[in-house]
């Protein structure tokens, strides 16, 4: 006889607070209506885990000792049960009665355990994302520790291969991670492109979860590797890689890696570190002979400078990355370093030097019929000669900037009031 793993309670107050805290009462408001305290049926969490029990089941009242398989004309038999099994607890859990839908699927998970580890794996993940789908937090602790128990005693590279996509399945960050780290362990020497894949894996979990700090010592051991690989490339050694897999992951590479790693080092602070990676991305472009991408790298290097107050560094990436922007005829790269050189200049109080660019700006902003840009650089332009009070000049600027704003039909009124206070200066 199966062993109930639920146990019959009376709920009032009580239900309400299990449900606060994630457990999945579907019929709930219905029985509340027939009376204050109704029999259910609620997952015991002080009781052992249901999925590492080695009871019998009707279905297979002799199972094999712990570790053993049914043979083929066993599993053939039991099969069409078991599926039998899932289909049922399919229809309750539809039916809105979730406590007979997990009882069912505990009877299925137990037994698929004599089919073979991959065969549990798969059942187990597949019930697994049934648990978090609804909210039935308890039983998806129950699944991830069956699964645990599979990583610790198997060290087949196909076993923990399907492990690791179970636990990203059930969200157990820590045991994928694990079983990453056994596949390194065991198998990593055996295939860099293999070493690379599992090591990809690893930085994306911990990116995923926004633990930059752990992201950032994967990516960099990644990058090992990866330079690795591009070493091997330069003299002819590499092996050819393996068909990509569809994991829901991106094909792992140098540029994706580098890129991942400036953007976790700027959430972290880490700006030099960041500065030192986007330069890192800026040669390998330049290898590629591919200029598009370096004027936004070379103006986030220089907006890194800028943050950590070292103005002059900032200036010459912003002139790099006009340079770059103008000679691949990237206009609005271009226009944004030019802006941004010419407020540095502003903020030091070189105010001639800032007008010059602006007007560099200006002609730049021309050549792509940037109207918009073009309005905001007379509007920086009126901002230096009215602090310097030339009038005249700060006039002529902010009149063309609204000669733009009407076309625009945008911030006229900001101009008009612009415009009237100079001329009452003037005055």
């Known amino acids: 006889m199966v062993r109930p793993i639920f146990k019959s309670i ?3 107050a009580i239900a309400l607070m299990l449900v606060a805290v994630g457990f999945h009462f579907p019929t709930l408001s219905a029985a509340q209506n027939q009376s204050e305290e109704v029999d259910l049926g609620v997952l015991d ?7 590492l029990s080695q009871e019998a089941d009707p279905l297979l009242p002799n199972p094999p000792t712990d570790g053993n398989i049914l043979s083929e004309s066993q599993q053939e038999t039991l099969a069409p049960e078991l599926d039998r099994l899932n ?6 859990l539809a039916a809105g009665n979730a406590i007979a839908a997990f009882e069912l699927w505990t009877r299925e998970l137990r037994l698929r355990r004599y089919f073979g580890p991959l065969e549990e794996i798969a059942a187990l993940e597949r019930v697994g994302l049934i648990s978090w789908e609804n909210g039935q937090r308890l039983y998806l602790e129950f699944i991830t520790d069956r699964l645990h128990q599979i990583l610790l005693n198997s060290p087949d590279q196909t076993i923990l291969e399907a492990l690791v996509n179970a636990f990203q399945t059930v969200r157990a960050k820590d045991y994928g991670i694990q079983a990453y780290q056994r596949l390194l362990e065991i198998y990593a020497e055996d295939n860099i492109w293999q070493k690379e894949g599992w090591l990809n894996a690893i930085a994306l979990i911990y990116l995923n979860w926004l633990d930059y700090p752990q992201a950032a010592a994967a ?6 590797t990866q330079q690795q690989i591009e070493n091997l490339r330069q003299r002819g050694e590499l092996p050819p890689p393996p068909p990509p897999i569809e994991n829901g992951n991106p094909p792992p590479s140098l540029l994706q890696s580098l890129r991942n790693l400036s953007f976790i080092y700027e959430q972290m602070g880490e700006l030099l570190e960041a500065i030192a990676t986007r330069e890192r991305l800026v040669e390998y472009h330049l290898r590629q002979s591919n200029l598009v991408p370096i004027a936004d790298q070379k103006i986030a290097i220089a907006t890194n400078h800028e943050q950590l107050g070292q103005f002059q560094q900032a200036g010459e990436a912003y002139q790099q990355a006009y340079q770059f922007a103008i000679n691949i005829q990237q206009f609005e790269n271009a226009s944004i370093a030019l802006a941004r050189l010419a407020k540095l200049y502003v903020d030091q109080n070189q105010t001639q030097t800032a ?3 602006y007007q560099a700006q ?23 000669h009215r602090q310097k009070q030339a009038y005249s000049q700060a006039l002529q600027a902010f009149q063309r900037a609204l000669q733009l704003a009407q076309q625009l039909q945008h911030k006229e009124d900001y101009f008009l009031a612009k415009i009237d206070e100079i001329n009452r200066q003037i005055r």
Do not use: C, H, W
């Open 45 to 51: 969490p002080f009781a052992p885990n249901p999925l």
């Open 10 to 12: 009376k709920i009032s």
């Open 355 to 357: 007008l010059e660019l």
């Open 219 to 224: 990516y960099r051991e990644l990058l090992i």
């Open 362 to 384: 200006l002609l730049v902003n021309q050549r792509s019929f940037n109207f918009f840009a073009m309005m905001n650089t007379y509007d920086n332009i009126g901002e230096i």
């Open 87 to 92: 289909a049922e607890a399919t229809t309750l």
